[in-house]
């Protein structure tokens, strides 16, 4: 499965950006989905994920009531909204595929990884 996220951007605090992940090869419908992101000097940590079907959810604490992740099967690709953005939302996000088809936030259960889609939001 090769994966490819989209949707970055530059903007203001306040502000949504809708990223989009998309997988091209093969399907990964009956896959768990998560976004992970990466800050500058900082480890990456879980942000969000969603399994299979999209009937369980899984969020951070620091993100949960401001991002929601989706998915649409029939095209393969799955959401992540982002609103009320805050400047420590700045990263590059990541998306990827688990081996089953939970959502988890361990990203030892995803094996794989899409190239990374930057998000700054400026104060």
């Known amino acids: 499965v090769q994966l490819q996220a989209s949707g970055g951007g530059l903007v203001q605090a306040g502000a949504s950006l809708r990223l989009s992940c998309t997988a091209s090869?093969?399907?990964?419908?009956?896959?768990?989905v998560g976004w992970f992101r990466q800050a500058p000097g900082k480890e990456r940590e879980f942000v969000a994920a969603i399994s299979w079907n999209g009937d369980f959810t899984a969020y951070a604490d620091s993100v949960k009531g401001r991002f929601t992740i989706s998915r649409d099967r029939a095209k393969n690709t799955v959401y992540l909204q982002m609103n009320s953005l805050k400047p420590e939302d700045t990263a590059v996000y990541y998306c990827?595929?688990?081996?089953?088809?939970?959502?988890?936030?361990?990203?030892?259960?995803?094996?794989?990884w899409g190239q990374g889609t930057l998000v700054t939001v400026s104060s």
């Open positions: 990827a595929a688990a081996r089953g088809s939970t959502a988890n936030s361990d990203s030892r259960f995803y094996n794989y």
């Open positions: 090869r093969r399907t990964f419908s009956n896959n768990g």
